[in-house]
């Protein structure tokens, strides 16, 4: 998988986009994401549901992985299990 990459949720409406990875596997709602949406839905794991924001970037812990959300859904994001984090924005320098 390359930078560029949409990825989607099998088991609800969140589509990515990768903008970094290490080769992991990216999960939403506790399923891997594919490029095709597949014809039958996963089901949504209760430990991986608190959703996904449109336009926020995610990250792991050790930024090997950094996914833009391009559609929210009900399912959280996780690479390996491992859920990941929205990065926070950087902040702009004082005009004092």
Not at 21 to 49: Q, R, V, Y
């Amino acid at each position: 998988m390359k930078p560029g990459t949409r990825l989607k949720s099998a088991a609800c409406d969140t589509e990515v986009m990768v903008i970094r990875t290490a080769g992991g596997t990216i999960e939403c709602g506790g399923a891997p994401m594919a490029e095709a949406k597949p014809a039958e839905a996963a089901a949504l794991s209760p430990d991986h549901s608190n959703g996904s924001l449109m336009g926020k970037r995610y990250v792991d812990a050790d930024n090997t992985y950094e996914l833009l959300c391009v559609k929210p859904g009900k399912g959280s994001l996780s690479v390996d299990g491992v859920a990941l984090v929205t990065k926070d924005a950087k902040p702009l320098p004082a005009s004092d």
